[in-house]
């Protein structure tokens, strides 16, 4: 298990620890989150450590879940684009997309509370939350050698 772990990390830091060149010869944003969903269900699997079983009942129930919360952003995004023109006030409305935000969690939660043992569906958003940092560390760190790599110096004089 510890050998399917380590795979998970090396396969996010390949993803995101290529030179700029071979990315833009990869294509799309499409592919880029292809890959980025191919390495999160490797390591939510690897966290959760799920049966075939259980694996079964989870990743449908799983990618709803993603579906929703995708929409919910995307209505939040095309909302705040507009919000630079009208300069409305967006308390309510940013606190509007946090209740729903919620309430697709809960709701959520209650539903891999079904199909899993408690212990593995307790560990859902924790195993969620912690791939979303492992990749963010790996674009920054990506990020910062790209900045401060081999012929970074002479951009910058």
Not at 34 to 42: K, T
Not at 65 to 85: D, F, P, S, W
């Amino acid at each position: 298990m510890k050998h399917f772990y380590t795979l998970s990390i090396f396969i996010v830091l390949t993803l995101f620890c290529r030179p700029p060149a071979s990315r833009a010869q990869q294509g799309s944003d499409d592919q880029m989150k292809d890959r980025i969903r191919a390495a999160e269900i490797a390591y939510l699997s690897q966290k959760l450590d799920l049966t075939p079983d259980e694996a079964q009942k989870f990743w449908p129930l799983y990618n709803k879940y993603t579906k929703e919360v995708e929409i919910l952003i995307a209505e939040r995004r095309k909302h705040n684009a507009g919000q630079k023109t009208a300069n409305q006030p967006t308390d309510q409305k940013e606190l509007g997309y946090e209740r729903r935000m919620l309430d697709i969690k809960t709701h959520y939660s209650q539903e891999f509370q079904k199909v899993l043992p408690a212990a593995k569906a307790g560990n859902v958003f924790r195993s969620e939350r912690e791939f979303r940092h492992e990749l963010i560390r790996a674009m920054k760190d990506r990020q910062s050698r790209n900045v401060n790599g081999p012929g970074a110096r002479r951009f910058r004089q």
